[in-house]
């Protein structure tokens, strides 16, 4: 069965790519996922907080009042709590780069158009193919408006955009007013791809403590139907090349993401539940899927169920929500 597909312009045996995640910190480990038949390795992000945090004790090493620095420091996270630095995440791409054959996508995460951008070039000097930007940004300020932070996002980009070569995708947030809107606009400032989506890990409160602690779950199936809506609506609107990110745990899972419109399956917390092998039985259920309900190619089923190509395209809109609630019963 063919399962090729493209993205960012890449020629990829199949949509199944591993996502960014700590998987990477070991080489060995990257040339598993080779192995079990990643289409391309996406590294975990680099995040603006780090680069600006290795700004500022530049600053403070040439400075004569260096103390001066000392509580714009306080605001960043310890160094310990990030997985690589900046210097060892570029040289960490350069080894992983070396060691396999399938595209290797760097990603930048933040949110803020300042110095932090003048890694993107070095993300490309280091090996990188590809540039995924994790626009990760929670809004809580009264006088920050949408249109500031979708305008912010796009600048981002367009900044990026001519400073490398290599091709950008996007990570979005499920939680802009008008994504399609926006997916445009990103495309026009040079976005080649929209990955939908990232996840927010939302953070708890422990009563007894009265202090706000970090939460992490690992997703399941049930996250995947938010990028089926948006997938299948952002197809064929939108120019750029799509991806899904998020609750992809089966073959049936990753079909249903090439059906709306993905060009490539991001997996993370599957790999993490179930190691690299996880690639392998998912790309032999889709094929096997195809070849069962006589498809001849993964190419041929991308998109049919798409808003613009599905049987029903308002149940991808407001009558779906009309219907559930008005034929739910006790």
């Not at 399941?220 to 799509?242: C, F, H, P, T």
Request: hydrophobic content about 45%; glycine content about 6%; proline content about 5%.
């Amino acid at each position: 069965m063919d399962l090729s597909t493209t993205y960012l312009g890449f020629k990829l045996p199949h949509p199944l790519i591993h996502g960014a995640s700590p998987l990477v910190d070991d080489l060995d480990t990257v040339k598993r996922l080779e192995d079990a038949g990643a289409a391309a390795i996406v590294m975990f992000s680099l995040f603006e907080e780090q680069i600006t945090r290795e700004q500022i004790n530049t600053l403070m090493n040439v400075e004569m009042h260096a103390d001066s620095f000392a509580e714009a420091l306080s605001y960043f996270p310890e160094p310990e709590d990030y997985r690589l630095g900046p210097e060892a995440y570029l040289e960490q791409i350069a080894r992983i780069k070396a060691a396999v054959g399938v595209p290797v996508i760097a990603s930048l995460n933040g949110i803020s158009p300042r110095g932090w951008l003048q890694y993107a070039p070095q993300l490309q000097e280091a090996g990188a193919d590809a540039l995924e930007l994790n626009i990760y940004h929670l809004s809580t300020q009264v006088a920050e408006s949408g249109e500031t932070v979708e305008n912010r996002a796009v600048e981002i980009v367009r900044t990026v955009r001519e400073a490398v070569k290599i091709p950008v995708a996007v990570k979005l947030s499920p939680f802009f007013s008008a994504l399609t809107h926006l997916g445009a606009r990103l495309t026009e400032a040079g976005a080649d791809g929209l990955v939908l989506f990232n996840r927010f890990y939302q953070p708890d409160i422990d009563i007894e403590a009265l202090d706000v602690t970090p939460s992490l779950e690992l997703s399941n199936s049930s996250e995947l139907l938010l990028r089926l809506r948006w997938l299948a609506i952002m197809y064929g609107q939108v120019k750029a090349d799509l991806a899904c990110s998020g609750g992809v745990h089966t073959a049936a899972d990753a079909l249903k993401a090439v059906m709306a419109g993905a060009g490539a399956v991001q997996l993370v917390s599957a790999l993490l539940k179930h190691g690299p092998g996880k690639l392998t039985e998912l790309r032999d259920g889709m094929a096997r899927w195809l070849e069962e309900h006589e498809y001849e190619s993964l190419q041929q089923a991308q998109g049919s169920m798409s808003h613009r190509n599905c049987p029903n395209p308002e149940a991808l809109e407001r009558a779906n929500y009309v219907r559930i609630l008005q034929t739910w019963r006790p």
